[in-house]
T-cell receptor, first 116, second 111 residues
Framework: ETGVTQTPRHLVMGMTNKKSLKCEQHLGHNAMYWYKQSAKKPLELMFVYNFKEQTENNSVPSRFSPECPNSSHLFLHLHTLQPEDSALYLC???????????????FGPGTRLTVL | QKEVEQDPGPLSVPEGAIVSLNCTYS??????FMWYRQYSRKGPELLMYTYSSGNKEDGRFTAQVDKSSKYISLFIRDSQPSDSATYLC???????????FGTGTSLTVIP
């Protein structure tokens, strides 16, 4: 496996379910990100981890709970979601923390989430 | 006011046409400007990266930044059907860990 992988690729869940999204990066990067991508809306940054420490939490509802056990793995735990949470959830990684020169973000293919 | 404005399209052009994609922004602190390409069922991939004002060319792609007007552009010359994708602009300031994205413009190049 190379780059950034995400599982599952598709997920359908009810509002009372609990599920988790997984992201793994094979690039040796130190920073990892969760984004939400909804139709006709800009990518929304949800969480940022740098060296396993959470550095950003953009007012995300508590029904989304991130976990970063090491620099290569990132999880997004989901519980009691709402239909408006249906979207494409993208994971990304970058070498460093700063949005600086040559600090490219590499994205995974995303998990298409549908909440019924 | 949104940080970044981008016309979502869709934009449809014949093969070989020159395509112009644009974004405007409001934050004068933005220094880094990026264009991502996102194919259907894939994550975004970085296409072009520029710092501050000026032009950058890479093959058929040219990125332009006009900081005085807070306006960035991506030009695609001799467009190909394989260029059909959604193009996202993104930008960031000198510090912090936040990238601000546009909504993306959907492009279809018709053979």
């Amino acid at each position: 496996e190379t780059g950034v992988t995400q599982t599952p690729r598709h997920l359908v869940m009810g509002m009372t379910n609990k599920k988790s999204l997984k992201c793994e990066q094979h690039l040796g990067h130190n920073a990892m990100y969760w984004y939400k991508q909804s139709a006709k809306k800009p990518l929304e940054l949800m969480f940022v981890y740098n060296f396993k420490e959470q550095t950003e939490n953009n007012s995300v509802p508590s029904r989304f709970s991130p976990e970063c056990p090491n620099s290569s793995h990132l999880f997004l735990h989901l519980h009691t979601l709402q239909p408006e949470d249906s979207a494409l959830y993208l994971c990304a990684s970058s070498q460093g923390r700063l949005a600086a020169l040559n600090n490219e973000q590499f994205f995974g293919p995303g998990t298409r989430l549908t909440v019924l | 006011q949104k940080e970044v404005e981008q016309d979502p399209g869709p934009l449809s052009v014949p093969e070989g046409a020159i395509v112009s994609l644009n974004c405007t922004y409001s934050n004068s602190a933005f220094q880094y400007f990026m264009w991502y390409r996102q194919y259907s069922r894939k994550g975004p991939e970085l296409l072009m990266y520029t710092y501050s004002s000026g032009n950058k060319e890479d093959g058929r792609f040219t990125a332009q930044v006009d900081k005085s007007s807070k306006y960035i552009s991506l030009f695609i010359r001799d467009s190909q059907p394989s260029d059909s994708a959604t193009y996202l602009c993104a930008m960031s300031a000198n510090t912090g860990n936040q990238f601000y994205f546009g909504t993306g413009t959907s492009l279809t190049v018709i053979p």
